[in-house]
C-alpha cells in the first residue's frame, strides 16, 4: 500500500514497486484516513507511507498501525531528511528519501523481507 497526498507521488511509487517481483502492490491512498478505512477490512503486510500529509501524518499513521494492526510494516517516505524512525515504536523498516530511487527502494524491500522471512 501506498499512502501519499500526492497523486503523482503514489503513481511513481506504484510503478517503482510494480519492478520488484517479490512485492504485489494493491492500492494507493492519497488521505491516511481512508487507507485506515481500508486496514479494517483487508490484509496488508507493508505500507509506503509519506510523514508530511495533511488530516493525519505519517508519524501519527504509523503509531495507530502499530496499536491497531502490529503486523504491518512501514516504510516512511519523505522529502525530509530527518526522518524520526529511531524516535518512534512502530514497525518502521526504514526512510526513503524522495525522489526515490529505484536501488534505494529495492535495498529496504530487501531488508523488510529480511526481517520478515517466514510470516505472512
Known amino acids: ?4 497526498d500526492e497523486i503523482l507521488a503514489i503513481s511513481y511509487m506504484k510503478k517503482l ?5 517479490a512485492v504485489t502492490l494493491v492500492l494507493g491512498f492519497d488521505r ?6 481500508y486496514l479494517e477490512k483487508e490484509a496488508v503486510d507493508l505500507i509506503l507511507l509519506d510523514i508530511q500529509m495533511p488530516e493525519i501524518n505519517g508519524v501519527v499513521m504509523a503509531e495507530k ?3 491497531l ?14 526522518c524520526p524512525i529511531d524516535d518512534l ?3 518502521v523498516v526504514d526512510c526513503l528519501i524522495k525522489p ?8 529496504t524491500v530487501e531488508k523488510y523481507m529480511s526481517r520478515n ?3 505472512r
Not at 514497486?17 to 517481483?21: D, F, L, P, Q
Not at 491516511?32 to 478505512?37: K, M, R, V
Not at 516504510?75 to 525530509?80: C, D, K, L, M
Open 1 to 4: 500500500m501506498v499512502v501519499d
Open 17 to 21: 514497486v510494480s519492478r520488484i517481483s
Open 32 to 37: 491516511g484516513e481512508t487507507a485506515l478505512s
Open 65 to 67: 498501525v502499530n496499536r
Open 69 to 82: 494492526y502490529p503486523g504491518i510494516a512501514v516504510i516512511f517516505v519523505t522529502a525530509n531528511r530527518d
Open 89 to 91: 515504536e512502530t514497525n
Open 100 to 107: 526515490v530511487r529505484f536501488e534505494h527502494l529495492c535495498k
Open 117 to 119: 522471512s517466514g510470516v
